[in-house]
């Protein structure tokens, strides 16, 4: 391989941990804003995170896809760039930890609109049984016995 050549591939791969890092931060802010927005049940905000969240792991999964194809051209460049690569997950693995907690959120909300809700239609969802078809059917509090 010329040495032109194992620059321009030292460049790129640098270029695209640059972008990778870039992606990073940015997703960790719009976590944060994500938490924010759950914490102030602000759905417009939720929803504008949760689009930018998703675009932004597109991004990186396909930043991922062309680190690892010029990793297989240069390795020589991919070790020399390799405590770059591990910082980056490092703060991949803080991401995925900060969207747990989000995550943790939205599921202790929802049951409690599962609560609310099944006090309102006089439904226990702790009491339900499960029907032929394996679908879950709550009983109701008080039944009609008959009509006149």
């Known amino acids: 391989m010329s040495a032109a050549l194992q620059v321009e591939l030292d460049d790129a791969l640098s270029a695209v941990l640059d972008d ?3 992606s ?3 997703l960790a802010d719009a976590l944060a804003r994500e938490r924010t927005a759950l914490l102030d049940a602000d759905v417009p905000a939720i929803d504008a995170a949760g689009a930018r969240k998703q675009a932004l792991m597109q991004s990186l999964e396909r930043l991922d896809a062309e680190r690892q194809q ?5 390795p020589h460049a991919a ?3 390799q405590t770059r690569w591990q910082d980056l997950l ?3 693995r803080d991401c995925r930890d900060q969207n747990q ?3 943790s959120i939205v599921q202790q909300r929802l049951g409690s609109v599962r609560r609310a809700l099944a006090i309102l239609t006089g439904q ?5 049984v499960y ?3 394996g679908a879950l059917h709550a009983r109701a509090r008080s039944h009609t016995l008959a009509e006149v």
Request: glycine share 10%; no cysteine.
């Open 101 to 103: 907690r989000n995550g």
């Open 131 to 133: 029907g032929r078809s």
């Open 79 to 81: 070790a020399a760039q």
């Open 124 to 128: 226990d969802s702790e009491t339900g």
């Open 90 to 92: 490092a703060r991949l």
């Open 70 to 74: 010029l990793a297989l051209a240069a």
């Open 24 to 26: 990073l931060a940015e």
């Open 20 to 22: 990778m890092q870039r």
